[in-house]
């Protein structure tokens, strides 16, 4: 069973990495755009929301991929 905490808890860490990428570094490109039905403009204009997105995002993955590398009490509160 912990095994397949594990592998659920990595593969949603990468998932909110992806997330990260694309809302901070492809907002505004082609791909970006195309992924969330966004127009040019109105990706210019939410462009630093985006960006906050993407950073909150890479900090829920963060913290459950230090909750898996350093399981002491208080880190595995972090993945439960």
């Known amino acids: ?3 397949l905490i594990t592998i659920l808890v990595i593969f949603i860490a990468l998932e909110h990495y992806a997330f990260l990428y694309l809302e901070m570094f492809l907002w ?8 969330f ?6 990706a210019k204009r939410t ?9 909150y995002n890479g900090f ?3 913290g459950l991929m230090f909750g898996l ?3 002491d009490v208080h880190a595995l509160g ?3």
Do not use: D
């Open 78 to 80: 972090l993945i439960l």
């Open 69 to 71: 590398f350093y399981p």
């Open 37 to 42: 039905h966004n127009t040019e403009e109105e």
């Open 1 to 3: 069973m912990q095994t």
């Open 47 to 55: 462009k630093v929301l985006a960006a906050n997105q993407g950073l």
């Open 28 to 35: 505004t490109k082609k791909v970006g755009r195309k992924i």
């Open 60 to 62: 829920l993955a963060s």
